[in-house]
Structures are given as C-alpha cells and as structure tokens.
Nanobody, 120 residues
Framework: QVQLVESGGGLAQAGGSLRLDCAAS????????MGWYRQAPGKQRELVAT???????DYADSVKGRFTISRDNAKNTLWLQMNNLKPEDTAVYYC??????????????WGQGTQVTVSS
C-alpha cells in the first residue's frame, strides 16, 4: 500500500502565503515525477506544478513567479510554497506521484486533497 499525506492547506488572505506538504510512504521503490494539481468548484482539475526526481520543474502560467515546488528525494516529500495568493487560487489541491513499486510496475497515484481558500 502507498499513502500520500497532504497537509498545510487552509484559509489565507489575498497577498498572503501558504505552504503545502505531501509525504509519500509505503511500497515505493522509486519515485519519478511528483506534482501538485488543483480543482476549483465547477472546474476541471488542472496542473499547478511538477518536479522530476532530477529537480526539473514546470509551472502553470497562472502561478509562475508566485509558487515554488520542491522535493526531498530521500524523504519522499514534496512541498508547494504559495506566495502572493489570489482569490482565484482557491481550490482543492492534490498531490500526485508517479512511482515504481517493488514489482517494477509504474503507478500514478493521488493524494486525498487539501482545501486552500483565499479571501479578497
């Protein structure tokens, strides 16, 4: 079994900051890419940021310059530092990982999501 435990969501004012954490544990041989996605009410889930195990990052245009994704490969931990938050950042944020289990199978896995609400 694999677990992705997210934390750090909550309520912030516009212009404020929050940091999201995601810790992966379980039958994981190797984690490849990890990322954050979000889904606002009535909208499709969208990519926020991704990071490879080599540290290469990719961001949605809407968060570039405001959000920073990082990871600790040794601890299978992922973070998203969100600065200068805007009301349109309000959404449920999901941690995602693509990992290889001990049987050699590559699996895409989602966390349970954490709510981020930004007030104007």
């Amino acid at each position: 079994q694999v677990q992705l435990v997210e934390s750090g969501g909550g309520l912030a004012q516009a212009g404020g900051s929050l940091r999201l954490d995601c810790a992966a544990s379980g039958s994981i041989s190797r984690i490849n890419a990890m990322g954050w996605y979000r889904q606002a009410p009535g909208k499709q889930r969208e990519l926020v940021a991704t990071i490879t195990n080599g540290g290469a990052t990719d961001y949605a245009d809407s968060v570039k310059g405001r959000f920073t994704i990082s990871r600790d490969n040794a601890k299978n931990t992922l973070w998203l530092q969100m600065n200068n938050l805007k009301p349109e950042d309000t959404a449920v944020y999901y941690c995602n990982t693509n990992y290889q289990n001990y049987g050699g199978t590559y699996i895409n896995y989602w966390g349970q999501g954490t709510q981020v609400t930004v007030s104007s």
